[in-house]
């Protein structure tokens, strides 16, 4: 079957960096997706990783291993704002996205 | 500024009455889907379409129905709401295979 796995909730400090981790098991791979989610609202496109390595944008970098089935994404420089759900996802072989349950990021002060 | 629109933004229903949540977008997208999100569940796919008169059943499609006589609308409709399709649903676009999806902003349904 087909899965995605990334943890339920993590809390960090304002200021602070974290790294969120997602791994997968899906039939085929066209590309890997994280999106942001606050509370109440859509989920909004951060980043798109199709090869192995790292792509930074901005504060925000997210990083593949295909060999692995892993990804992480990486906020630098912590902000309140940036309390919300970061969501996973892989396109399989079909072009369909498998989600994850998604990450509840809360930040402290 | 191109959109995608979603409306009613919240819905109170009875068990077994039917329920049309509808979707608009003016990015001229060809792909369009419906999904519901759930606590503890990533979003899942209810129904997709291709492009005009193309419609697909997601994974979780039983009890739901689309739609598609123009590019810009999916309507999604629930042919007798259940308790189990209290949930919020998300409708999205995205211009070809791998582009990113856009979402609306979210329907929130009860069935009571």
């Known amino acids: 079957g087909q899965n995605i796995d990334q943890p339920t909730e993590m809390t960090a400090t304002e200021g602070a960096i974290v790294q969120i981790n997602c791994t997968y098991q899906t039939s085929g791979f066209n590309g890997l997706f994280w999106y942001q989610q606050h509370a109440g609202e859509a989920p909004t496109f951060l980043s798109y990783?199709?090869l192995d390595g790292l792509e930074e944008k901005g504060r925000f970098s997210s990083f593949l291993s295909r060999s692995k089935g892993y990804s992480y994404l990486l906020l630098k420089e912590l902000q309140m704002k940036d309390s919300a759900s970061y969501l996973c996802?892989?396109?399989?072989?079909?072009?369909?996205?498998?989600w994850g349950a998604g990450t509840k990021l809360i930040i402290k002060p | 500024d191109a959109e995608i629109t979603q409306s009613p933004r919240h819905k109170i229903t009875e068990t077994g009455r039917q329920v049309t949540l509808a979707c608009h977008q003016t990015?001229?997208?060809?792909?369009m889907f419906w999904y519901r999100q759930d606590l503890g569940h990533g979003l899942r796919l209810i129904h997709y379409?291709?492009?005009?008169?193309?419609?697909n059943k997601g994974e979780v499609s039983d009890g739901y129905s689309v739609s598609r006589s123009n590019t810009e609308d999916l309507p999604l409709t629930l042919e007798s709401a259940a308790s189990s399709q209290t949930s919020v649903y998300f409708c999205a676009s995205r211009q070809g295979d791998t582009g990113e999806l856009f979402f609306g902003e979210g329907s929130r349904l009860t069935v009571l």
């Open positions: 990015w001229n997208h060809n792909n």
């Open positions: 990783n199709v």
């Open positions: 996802a892989v396109m399989d072989s079909n072009y369909q996205l498998i």
């Open positions: 379409s291709y492009g005009v008169q193309d419609t």
